[in-house]
């Protein structure tokens, strides 16, 4: 396995498109978060899905802002009519629930989106 | 709700110097402890954790003590490295009413440089 990953690495937009991105989780991992990091902040919580099922989204999602998990596996998270202010980091992360305990948080590289 | 307060940086350091990287933390309940890396160029990695009062997670020759008197959790490595040069991210993730869904809680980051 090859980790948690991102696509595409870098995205600069014009400011009122839409973007999509992509996040492919550690497979058999069953959790995976959406986090954004703007330069010298850490990474804040944007939304969390278990399986398929989206369980948590945070203030910060603007109703611009929607992500998906079909299928339980990979994730997608779309922005539209971007704004200056979504320049940021998305960062995506997994891990696996069990009822034993929880794996750590595995983290891709992220998306730096630049909107212009 | 929950917080973490790291201290401000940067911090640049001598190699073979001390290192201390203060971390606190607010939150209801019994918080699991982290702290996390990331690498120029890098996807966040796990450094430690700690999940319970008077824990030390360690690794790598960084060490920190999960202080719930103090509500802290101090990094501390006692001989850096150039190659330890990086930006270090204390975390939490909460469990208050006993459920977390391991929705991690970020620090602002402290960039570390160590020079020859």
């Known amino acids: 396995d090859t980790g948690v990953s991102q696509n595409p690495r870098h995205k600069i937009t014009k400011r009122g498109q839409n973007v999509t991105f992509r996040c492919d989780p550690i497979s058999e991992h069953n959790r995976l978060y959406w986090y954004r990091q703007t330069l010298g902040q850490g990474p804040e919580f944007l939304t969390y899905f278990q399986n398929e099922a989206q369980l948590e989204k945070s203030r910060l999602l603007s109703d611009r802002f929607s992500a998906e998990r079909p299928k339980g596996s990979f994730s997608t998270l779309e922005i539209q009519r971007t704004e200056q202010g979504d320049s940021a980091m998305y960062l995506c992360?997994?891990?696996?629930?069990?009822?034993?305990?929880?794996?750590?948080?595995?983290f891709g590289q992220g998306t730096r989106l630049t909107v212009v | 709700g929950d917080s973490v307060t790291q201290m401000e940086g940067p911090v640049t350091l001598s190699e073979e110097a001390f290192l201390t990287i203060n971390c606190t933390y607010t939150?209801?309940?019994?918080?699991?402890l982290f702290w996390y890396v990331q690498y120029p160029g890098e996807g966040l990695q796990l450094l430690l954790k700690a999940t319970k009062a008077d824990d030390k997670g360690s690794n790598k020759g960084f060490e920190a003590t999960y202080r719930k008197e103090t509500t802290s959790f101090h990094l501390e490595k006692g001989s850096v490295q150039v190659s330890d040069s990086a930006v270090y991210f204390c975390a939490l993730i909460g469990n208050a009413g006993g459920t977390s869904y391991g929705k991690l809680t970020f620090g602002q980051g402290t960039i570390l440089t160590v020079h020859p």
């Open positions: 939150a209801t309940g019994y918080p699991s």
């Open positions: 992360a997994s891990s696996l629930a069990e009822a034993r305990g929880d794996t750590e948080a595995f």
